[in-house]
């Protein structure tokens, strides 16, 4: 498959130097080699974007430029030059994926170029730029940017993991995607210098490629460092009790595998992990330690007060200003049954939050695959049989559906304590 696309974008750039060669000039050489230069030396500043080690760059931004000044046919040997160059001087990477890396490249820079063809724009290097005539193409050739660069990350994505291409591409693109749109307009800009003060202008864009070389980054990280916060305080109140420690990051490791076999959008997906993570929260107090390890049955009192948690969390979270109101609503109505018959409110069916309908069913299980005082870890088969008699009653009958038909009960990753895992993302 990966061969079979690097002989597409193989064939695309030599039918696009056909039909759209480039007029060479001595100014077109000059712009062309000085956006090699600044592409080469975008990609040469990553930014890492996932747990597992996936980048990004601003190496878009000149490759833009590229389309403007340079046409499609020069923007795809720029672009193809550009990434034979890094590869062959990055880590050693396997030739397959060296290959697609520069297959990808050179196919979203064709599809922008052509874009902005197609729409008007006529590539030049020579003044004047007019905005109206080019500017109009250029953020259609953006748009087919990334577009094609998502596309074509998450087909192979999803072929390779057996996965919804659909669900992929959520993952991929989600997060940065309304950035780089944002972002993608600095191309033209780009062009603009150039063909207004030639190379000086250009070089000057270096400072702020840099500057935003770590901006790009900034959103991703704090994200990720609220999440670890989030896991580290989470795992400091389950240490009290050996019985749930682990709880909470299993319940929001499987949550987050049903939103996204229910094919939910990646911010819906994201705020279900984040409110599962801290569904519990409220039990921070130590009566409810003392309540969950007594062997004997519970006082009406303590009753009261094990239905109290879910409010006791939401007053908890209010605190924190970074987490988004549905998580508030999906953590005080995770107790909620699909019959009415839950609490705090007693809501039924569609009324109660699909966040909190997931994490009722995600801490169900839990619950029963792990030792109690009372009781040993039921088995799976156990507790398949507990979710279809209840299916319908306690729980959604669509969730209990796609947990026992996607394999996500059985699935044993979700008895490991490991931090949650973000889907890579195609590099600039």
């Given at each position: 498959m990966v061969?079979?696309?690097?002989?597409?974008?193989?064939?695309?750039l030599v039918a696009v130097f056909v039909l759209f060669p480039p007029q060479i000039t001595p100014r077109w050489i000059t712009a062309a080699l000085t956006?090699?230069?600044?592409?080469?030396?975008?990609?040469?500043?990553?930014?890492?974007?996932?747990?597992g080690g996936?980048?990004?760059?601003?190496?878009?931004?000149?490759?833009?430029?590229?389309?403007?000044?340079?046409?499609?046919?020069?923007?795809?040997?720029?672009?193809?030059?550009?990434?034979?160059?890094?590869?062959?001087?990055?880590?050693?990477?396997?030739?397959?994926?060296?290959?697609?890396?520069?297959?990808?490249?050179?196919l979203t820079i064709l599809a922008a170029g052509l874009a902005y063809v197609w729409f008007g724009g006529v590539p030049t290097v020579l003044p004047p730029l007019d905005f109206r005539t080019t500017f109009p193409p250029f953020l259609a050739a953006?748009?087919?940017?990334?577009?094609?660069?998502?596309?074509?990350v998450a087909f192979i994505l999803a072929f390779s993991e057996g996965k919804s291409f659909v669900e992929v591409w959520r993952q991929i693109s989600a997060g940065l995607i309304l950035f780089d749109l944002a972002m993608g307009p600095l191309g033209y800009l780009v062009a603009f210098l150039f063909v207004k003060w030639g190379v000086v202008a250009l070089l000057l864009t270096i400072i702020p490629?840099?500057?935003?070389?770590?901006?790009?980054?900034?959103?991703?990280?704090?994200?990720?460092?609220?999440?670890?916060?989030?896991?580290?305080?989470?795992?400091?109140i389950e240490a009290q009790d050996p019985y749930t420690s682990g709880h909470s990051i299993r319940v929001a490791e499987r949550a987050k595998a049903i939103a996204q076999a229910l094919g939910l959008r990646h911010s819906w997906t994201r705020n279900i992990e984040t409110a599962a993570l801290l569904h519990d929260i409220g039990k921070i107090d130590i009566a409810y330690g003392e309540i969950?390890?007594?062997?004997?049955?519970?006082?009406?009192?303590?009753?009261?007060?094990?239905?109290?948690?879910p409010d006791k969390g939401v007053d908890i979270i209010r605190s924190i200003r970074s987490i988004h109101p549905t998580v508030l609503a999906y953590v005080r109505h995770h107790h909620e049954r699909y019959d009415g018959?839950?609490?705090?409110?007693?809501?039924?069916?569609?009324?109660i939050p699909i966040g909190a309908r997931i994490i009722m069913v995600c801490d169900t299980i839990d619950?029963?695959?792990?030792?109690?005082?009372?009781?040993?870890?039921?088995?799976?088969?156990?507790?398949?049989?507990?979710?279809?008699?209840?299916?319908?009653?306690?729980?959604?009958?669509?969730?209990?559906?796609?947990?026992?038909?996607?394999?996500?009960?059985?699935?044993?990753?979700?008895?490991?304590?490991?931090?949650i895992r973000l889907s890579p993302r195609p590099t600039g």
């Open positions: 061969y079979a696309i690097a002989a597409v974008a193989v064939g695309a956006l090699l230069a600044l592409a080469l030396f975008s990609v040469a500043l990553p930014v890492t974007i996932t747990e996936s980048t990004t760059s601003m190496a878009f931004v000149p490759k833009l430029a590229a389309v403007v000044l340079l046409g499609p046919a020069g923007a795809g040997a720029l672009t193809g030059v550009t990434h034979l160059t890094t590869g062959l001087f990055s880590e050693k990477k396997p030739v397959h994926k060296t290959v697609f890396n520069v297959a990808q490249a050179i953006t748009v087919a940017f990334f577009a094609v660069n998502t596309s074509l490629l840099i500057g935003l070389r770590y901006s790009y980054g900034a959103n991703y990280q704090l994200q990720q460092l609220n999440a670890d916060l989030l896991r580290l305080m989470i795992k400091t969950l390890r007594q062997k004997g049955p519970l006082t009406p009192e303590q009753r009261q007060l094990i239905r109290d948690h018959d839950g609490y705090p409110v007693g809501l039924a069916g569609d009324e619950a029963m695959l792990t030792a109690r005082p009372y009781r040993d870890a039921l088995p799976v088969h156990v507790v398949r049989e507990e979710l279809l008699r209840h299916r319908g009653a306690q729980f959604d009958p669509s969730i209990i559906d796609i947990v026992l038909s996607q394999g996500i009960l059985e699935d044993a990753s979700f008895s490991l304590d490991q931090p």
